[in-house]
């Protein structure tokens, strides 16, 4: 089972930039595709950012591509969302999920293909 922790979240004004991580222990971090989510006030909890096993493919949402970049380092157990040109909207809850896949191809972007979530961490984005 992998647990998951995510850090750097907190407060930046619009047009800044975060970078959040998410810290994997207890798998083979190298057998699990990455998922970045988000879930604001009053609203659904949605997908941003999947990356492959290998960090050879990604996929975005329309809504942040071109401003954030997921990557992963399988040395260190951690998955990355760099995150630019910061937008009020993109103020959320951001959790990074894992699934265990035996293809390296895959990403998912529902969360229900997720089995193992962090506990979120807040990004608050002001006017």
């Known amino acids: 089972q992998v647990q998951l922790v995510e850090s750097g979240g907190g407060l930046v004004q619009s047009g800044g930039s975060l970078r959040l991580s998410c810290a994997a222990s207890?798998?083979?971090?190298?057998?699990?595709?990455m998922g970045w989510f988000r879930q604001a006030p009053g609203k659904e909890r949605e997908f941003v950012a999947g990356?492959?096993?290998?960090?050879?493919?990604?996929y975005y949402a329309q809504s942040v591509k071109g401003r954030f970049t997921i990557s992963r380092d399988n040395a260190k157990s951690a998955v990355y969302l760099q995150m630019n040109s910061l937008k009020p909207e993109d103020t959320a809850v951001y959790y990074c999920a894992a699934r265990e896949v035996s293809l390296n191809y895959i990403v998912y972007t529902t969360g229900a293909d997720y089995p193992y979530w962090g506990q979120g961490t807040q990004v608050t984005v002001s006017s």
């Open positions: 207890g798998g083979t971090f190298s057998m699990y595709v």
């Open positions: 990356i492959t096993r290998s960090g050879v493919s990604t």
